[in-house]
């Protein structure tokens, strides 16, 4: 009986081995973007942020625009977001970081949601005649948008997001004449403080 010969082995084709060696890279580079912190939080930008909120307390603190306190503030927030924007989007392009991808997109996803809640209910409270209440719901929802985000982040990114939220439900039971004192102390003090602390250890 003649002996049956084994079939001949096919050997991995060189575009075979290119392809999982892809696949490989591909598996490595997700498996480190989502163990990797997000560190192109804004130091430089949150000094910025703390800054315009010291200049917006001024203003709103003097007798001809004490009135006006709520667009002022409002006025303060675009310009806080516009500056945290491009310090953020500057900072990650030195970094090398892509904003819409992995950790930073993580970061952004679950900043966002608090942050336009708070314009919501900012106009809904507006509405109301309840303005009393918006100083502590924006540090609050602020607090909690950067709680969450600062998951994905550098440790003093929560820890500031958890000091806008005791801030927030302070100002909540405080009387409405510490307002735009709470609004300083929150969004000028803590961002001064814990921007410096975020350029100077994490790079800017």
Known sequence: MPAIEPLPQRAPTTVHI??????NLRYIREAMESSASFTAVPGYGGLAMGLSALVAAGLASTEALRGQWLAIWVLDAVVA????????????????????????????????????AAVVLTAVLAFAGDTWLIPGMWMLLYGTGVVTGGAFSVRPVPLMG????????????????????????????LHLVFGAVIARRYGG
């Open 18 to 23: 290119h392809d999982r060696a892809l696949d």
């Open 81 to 116: 977001a516009l500056l945290g924007g491009w310090a953020t989007w500057r900072k990650a392009r030195g970094q090398g970081v892509e904003l819409y991808r992995g950790v930073a997109r993580r970061f952004l996803m679950n900043l966002t949601p608090p942050i336009l």
């Open 162 to 189: 958890a000091c806008f939220m005791a801030l927030g439900a302070i100002t909540l039971v405080l009387p409405n004449g510490w307002s735009n004192a709470m609004l300083a102390v929150g969004f000028g003090g």
